[in-house]
């Protein structure tokens, strides 16, 4: 079946420091990958859609300058969360579409926890 | 604003009941319903999606237009299938287009 990976799958900095999630889709080529945010015990919410050669679609309230995010290739897209703060921390997702493929359907990432100190 | 809703966060039963996790969503197109499972220390992973209308690992659901429900079934529950349970709405197919999550259930099969 088709993987996807994130990288890394936890990281802690300090407040004000920049941290970079990669997420890569191991077996096919996504040209949607989704990033999501997961606070304890609640949903994922949809922070952006991230289309491979093109800017990234940001969801309600969701800061485009905070969370950067760039699809360079069909298998790479990256979230990089600028000047980390405190309420920042979080449990980040993401995942990549497989259209064409026998199911079409969203592949998740197993997450990177973030933590900011 | 498409909205799925989970009304219950936590439902127990033991192994061999019935089992059914409730879903309701608002959407006012025609939306395609999901059910994802989330295994302890695992991924998030597919279970079954409406228009494939399939059984998997013995669960079935059915989408409800009237009702606005995508409930999620299962006859005879065993203790693997504990796990988070996310029902989730895409207002057109699965793979590229955004999802939204209701808040889940954390079913529990005791022995």
């Known amino acids: 079946g088709a993987v996807v990976s994130q990288h890394p799958s936890r990281v802690i900095c300090k407040s004000g420091t920049s941290v970079k999630i990669e997420c890569r889709s191991l077996?096919?080529?996504?040209?949607?990958m989704f990033w999501y945010r997961q606070f304890p015990k609640q949903s994922l919410m949809l922070m952006a859609t991230s289309n491979e050669g093109s800017k990234a679609t940001y969801e309600q309230g969701v800061e485009k300058d905070k969370f950067l995010i760039n699809h360079a290739s069909l298998t790479l897209s990256t979230l990089t969360v600028t000047s980390a703060h405190p309420e920042d921390s979080s449990f980040y997702i993401c995942?990549?579409?497989?259209?064409?493929?026998?199911?079409?359907?969203?592949?998740f990432g197993p997450g990177t926890r973030l933590t900011v100190l | 604003a498409q909205r799925v809703t989970q009304p219950e966060k936590l439902l127990s039963v033991f192994k061999g009941a019935p089992v059914e996790l409730k879903c309701n969503y608002s959407?006012?197109?025609?939306?395609?319903l999901f059910w994802y499972v989330q295994y302890s220390r695992q991924r998030l992973q597919l279970l079954l999606r409406?228009?494939s209308r399939e059984s998997i690992k013995g669960f079935t659901a059915d989408l409800n237009k009237g009702e606005t429900s995508f409930h999620l079934k299962k006859p005879f529950a065993q203790e693997e299938d504990s796990a988070m349970y996310y029902c989730a709405l895409s207002p057109s197919g699965g793979s590229n287009y955004k999802l939204t999550f209701g808040k889940g259930t954390l079913l529990t099969v005791n022995p």
């Open positions: 959407y006012s197109g025609s939306p395609e």
């Open positions: 995942s990549a579409g497989t259209s064409g493929v026998s199911t079409d359907t969203q592949y």
């Open positions: 409406h228009i």
């Open positions: 077996d096919f080529q996504a040209t949607t």
